[in-house]
């Protein structure tokens, strides 16, 4: 039997230890954490709307209504009507004919690739979502590399004849890069492939009123493209949704195994996601706040010679490289009373370590120039 201690105490040789954090506020840019006030910048909750007081009241009175939890899987008695307006108000915010609820987006990709055969074509650095359920759905598992379209071409061209489905994030959680959608979904039509569109850090946050990054290219769900979207990050709630065509939508319904046999998430939930919804369409100074912050963060950083990587998204990461350099960097910042984590392998490649630094509407300009001041003193010295 393998001596799990041991191995435990080699991860923290190699700085890859990690450890949770107890926090003892509401997800704000402002916490505590661990007994310590501190100002986070590690949050997804890119639009500010996790503690919005619409969205914790819809909570409460769904709970009113509905009780806690669902006590079901949606096929037998936990699909209520909360859950269902949710599902069709999601679909008519991005274009679909149907989108279907999933607990989490990692149990949505799992479900998807589990229950579309043929061959997967995957970007080198798709969230570990898509790459688990490539690997589950046991399909042959073809990566191409990150970006690149004409090694996805060449691959595809010399791929045999059959079903295949080509996924990518839409925006890189790491890296905060953007998928080419528009040239994604010509070589998935050429070679009558599925596009599978991960958008979990694009919804609510680029395209018109926040539908995405099909959206942004001016694509719809439907026919050979499915979107996943995630309601825990720019949405403030919980869970995930696909969406696409009538037939795709029923043929999850039927066969994708995370669907069926997964207690369906509380009617309250649904509640507190419609509202935020609501307010990420109809709020759209939040967006034009977020790229404020974001452009505030990046000319400082530039000025100060931060080894800033490429991203017009609220993902600004910072590369390091080295993964003890990083995770210092990171204890420095937190002893300054900031939250940035450190990102390492295997989550990042070996010696891509970096900085995550990312941005919400809720946080404000003195926060940013308090990190970016914060930062000029632990990186640069």
């Known amino acids: 039997m393998k001596d799990l201690r041991t191995a435990l105490e080699q991860r923290r040789r190699d700085g890859l230890y990690r450890s949770r954090r107890i926090a003892a506020s509401p997800q704000l840019p402002g916490r505590r954490i661990d007994g310590r006030d501190c100002l986070s ?109 004409q090694d996805l071409q060449r691959r595809l061209a010399a791929a045999p004849a059959g079903e295949r489905l080509i996924a990518s994030d839409g925006v890189f959680s790491m890296d905060g890069d953007l998928a080419p959608v528009v040239e994604l979904q010509a070589l998935a039509r050429t070679h009558a492939a599925w596009l ?67 207690t369906a998430p509380p009617a309250a939930v649904a509640e507190a996601a419609l509202a935020a919804l609501r307010l990420c369409r109809e ?18 950083a530039e000025q100060l010679g931060l080894p800033l990587m490429a991203s017009a998204t609220p993902i600004q990461p910072l590369l390091i490289g080295d993964t003890g350099a990083a995770t210092r960097l990171s204890e420095a910042l937190e002893d300054a009373g900031i939250l940035v984590p450190a990102i390492r392998p295997p989550t990042v490649p070996e010696g891509a370590a970096r900085l995550r630094v990312s941005f919400s509407a809720a946080h404000e300009e003195a926060q940013v120039d308090r990190l970016l001041d914060a930062l000029g003193s632990v990186i640069k010295g």
């Open 196 to 262: 599978l569109l991960d958008d979990a850090h694009g919804l609510g946050v680029r395209g018109e009123q926040g539908r995405g990054s099909l959206a942004q290219a001016g694509i719809t769900p439907g026919n050979d493209v499915i979107l996943m979207g995630t309601l825990g990050k720019a949405l403030g709630t919980f869970g995930a949704f696909v969406a696409g065509s009538e037939d795709l939508i029923e043929t999850l319904i039927q066969q994708a195994r995370s669907y069926v046999y997964t």
């Open 283 to 300: 709020e759209g100074w939040r967006r034009e706040r977020l790229q404020a912050l974001i452009g505030r963060f990046r000319t400082g």
């Open 41 to 149: 910048f590690c949050s997804n909750d890119y639009l500010g709307l996790a503690a919005h007081p619409q969205v914790v009241a819809a909570l409460q009175a769904g709970a009113q209504r509905w009780g806690v939890g669902s006590g079901a899987a949606h096929l037998l008695a936990g699909h209520t009507a909360a859950h269902h307006a949710l599902e069709e108000a999601l679909a008519d915010f991005v274009g679909a004919p149907r989108a279907l609820l999933f607990s989490t987006g990692y149990m949505a990709n799992l479900g998807v690739m589990a229950a579309l055969p043929g061959r997967l074509f995957q970007d080198r650095l798709n969230h570990a979502s898509l790459l688990d359920g490539a690997r589950i759905s046991g399909a042959r598992l073809v990566r191409y590399a990150h970006l690149d379209m």
